[in-house]
T-cell receptor, first 110, second 114 residues
Framework: QKEVEQNSGPLSVPEGAIASLNCTYS??????FFWYRQYSGKSPELIMF????GDKEDGRFTAQLNKASQYVSLLIRDSQPSDSATYLC??????????FGAGTTVTVRA | DGGITQSPKYLFRKEGQNVTLSCEQN?????MYWYRQDPGQGLRLIYY???????QKGDIAEGYSVSREKKESFPLTVTSAQKNPTAFYLC?????????????FGPGTRLLVL
């Protein structure tokens, strides 16, 4: 089974700070990478996806991908209390199956 | 209003009982998926279907069954063979166009054993 590992957390950051989430994956042939946000008791919602090495920015979120290191990260700038949630890293392999990490729980302190 | 619906929101199962979870989408997506989420864990793939009348086992298919008779619908049956069914069940769909496709999730069904 393909492995997706995330820093276990929980991660506590003050309001306005940067939250940094990390994810590594085992399948070197993986092509697409996703970050989902999941509030307690709710289903995951897509934040960002990234396919190419480098950075991709969308508002306060930046995804970074390094395929050589098999590493993908998510930065949340100017963290808000509404960002408090569990963030799931997901990796799409060549057989089009999505593998998920266990998630990192982020708490933004007001 | 397009989206994915799952019902019921909560479902209670008695010992030895089969139960069926509903998943419907009106996004015209070809591919549909069922995942299971246990507390503190990521999502695990149960079954998936890339096209009507075809489906494949995921990583934890034992004790589950599915059907895909219509494009819009992908019901999951939790059979009595599944000995630890208590979990949050999530249905997802995607366009099924291969690499890069994004999966979108329904609201989930929480299954509890009486």
């Amino acid at each position: 089974q393909k492995e997706v590992e995330q820093n276990s957390g929980p991660l506590s950051v003050p309001e306005g700070a940067i939250a940094s989430l990390n994810c590594t994956y085992s399948d070197r042939g993986s092509q697409s990478f996703f970050w989902y946000r999941q509030y307690s008791g709710k289903s995951p919602e897509l934040i960002m996806f990234i396919y190419s090495n480098g950075d991709k920015e969308d508002g306060r979120f930046t995804a970074q991908l390094n395929k050589a290191s098999q590493y993908v990260s998510l930065l949340i700038r100017d963290s808000q209390p509404s960002d408090s949630a569990t963030y799931l890293c997901a990796v799409l392999s060549n057989d089009y199956k999505l593998s998920f990490g266990a998630g990192t729980t982020v708490t933004v302190r007001a | 209003d397009g989206g994915i619906t799952q019902s019921p929101k909560y479902l209670f199962r008695k010992e030895g009982q089969n139960v069926t979870l509903s998943c419907e989408q009106n996004l015209n997506h070809d591919a549909m998926y069922w995942y299971r989420q246990d507390p503190g864990q990521g999502l695990r793939l149960i079954y998936y279907s890339q096209i009507v009348n075809d489906f494949q086992k995921g990583d934890i298919a034992e004790g589950y069954s599915v059907s895909r008779e219509k494009k819009e619908s992908f019901p999951l049956t939790v059979t009595s063979a599944q000995k630890n069914p208590t979990a949050f069940y999530l249905c997802a769909s995607s366009t099924g166009q291969g690499s890069g496709e994004t999966q979108y999730f329904g609201p989930g069904t929480r299954l509890l054993v009486l």
